[in-house]
T-cell receptor
């Protein structure tokens, strides 16, 4: 049982380049999330998808887009990377509401923008 | 996570108890959570407490909730080197599609 799988694990981009972070879960969870983690700031929600076919903005959506490709997969795209997007990105999923069931997190993607 | 606060660092000796504290501002949450992040890994759900409880014990872990003061604590008894990690307090904020995480407390266990 793989849980939540993120690729790649590490990435270095030049300012202005684009890339897509991939996330897949095999737990048949309805909801999926993208967070970024910065030192001393906890995790901040970028986008989430409460169910297949829906996406909503979180706390820090600027500079990002998402696609809920199907129930399993939720990708995060940086169209024009900026140094401020250097961070560790976590994908998470939850059965229904994370309030009641908590999250299952992937192992993260460490992104550096130079 | 500005509405959930934690101290950033805690050092304890192996075998001692660790107490990690958290304060939050939203009083409507049904549950409050503790997550653990080991080096190079994602967050794992460690434990949670229902908002109508004062205390929850799970083996070496004890969670205390003071709703009046909006204070949550996690006590780890007989702390081991394997407990070294970052511990995050999390408040689901009502319906809970957007948890608010604290900044995390980095626990270092000294031999």
């Amino acid at each position: 049982n793989a849980g939540v799988t993120q690729t790649p694990k590490f990435q270095v981009l030049k300012t202005g380049q684009s890339m897509t972070l991939q996330c897949a879960q095999d737990m048949n969870h309805n909801s999926m999330y993208w967070y970024r983690q910065d030192p001393g700031m906890g995790l901040r929600l970028i986008y989430y998808s409460a169910s297949e076919g829906t996406t909503d903005k979180g706390e820090v959506p600027n500079g990002y887009n998402v696609s809920r490709l199907n129930k399993r997969e939720f990708s995060l795209r940086l169209e024009s990377a900026a140094p401020s997007q250097t961070s560790v990105y976590f994908c998470a999923s939850s059965e229904l509401t994370p309030r009641d069931y908590g999250y299952t997190f992937g192992s993260g993607t460490r992104l550096t923008v130079v | 996570g500005e509405d959930v606060e934690q101290s950033l660092f805690l050092s304890v000796r192996e075998g001692d108890s660790s107490v990690i504290n958290c304060t939050y501002t939203d009083s409507s949450s049904t549950y409050l959570y503790w997550y653990k992040q080991e080096p190079g890994a994602g967050l794992q759900l460690l434990t949670y407490i229902f908002s109508n409880m004062d205390m929850k014990q799970d083996q070496r872990l004890t969670v205390l909730l003071n709703k009046k003061d909006k204070h949550l604590s996690l006590r780890i008894a007989d702390t081991q080197t394997g407990d070294s990690a970052i511990y995050f307090c999390a408040d689901p904020r009502g319906y809970g599609q957007n948890f608010v995480f604290g900044p995390g407390t980095r626990l270092s266990v000294l031999p």
